[in-house]
């Protein structure tokens, strides 16, 4: 069994600062794809940020400049260092990961999910 736990949520003023980290244990064999992902109220949960297991990254446009997706392979965990925030961050953002199990069976998996506020 695999999960992974998330942390660092919280309420934030608009133009301040976040971390959130998220890590994985288990029965693990090897970490693919780490990422976050979020949804606000009404709308569709979209990809934030990923980054694979070379260090290579991608953005959300909107996240673009302010937020930096990490990770430490050693500790199976991801970080999200968000900066500069706006109200239209606000959402509950989930940790997911592409994991191999012991059983060499690779899936998706995710966290219970955290919410972050900003406030205007």
């Known amino acids: 069994q695999v999960q992974l736990v998330e942390s660092g949520g919280g309420l934030v003023q608009a133009g301040g600062s976040l971390r959130l980290s998220c890590a994985a244990s288990g029965s693990i064999y090897r970490v693919n794809a780490m990422g976050w992902y979020r949804q606000a109220p009404g709308k569709q949960r979209e990809l934030v940020a990923r980054?694979?297991?070379?260090?290579?990254?991608n953005y959300a446009d909107s996240v673009k400049g302010r937020f930096t997706i990490s990770r430490d392979n050693a500790k199976n965990t991801v970080y999200l260092q968000m900066s500069s925030l706006k109200p239209e961050d606000s959402a509950v953002y989930y940790c997911?990961?592409?994991?191999?199990?012991?059983?060499?069976?690779?899936?998706?998996?995710w966290g219970q999910g955290t919410q972050v506020t900003v406030s205007s």
């Open positions: 997911n990961a592409a994991i191999t199990t012991t059983w060499i069976v690779t899936m998706p998996y």
């Open positions: 980054v694979i297991s070379d260090g290579s990254t």
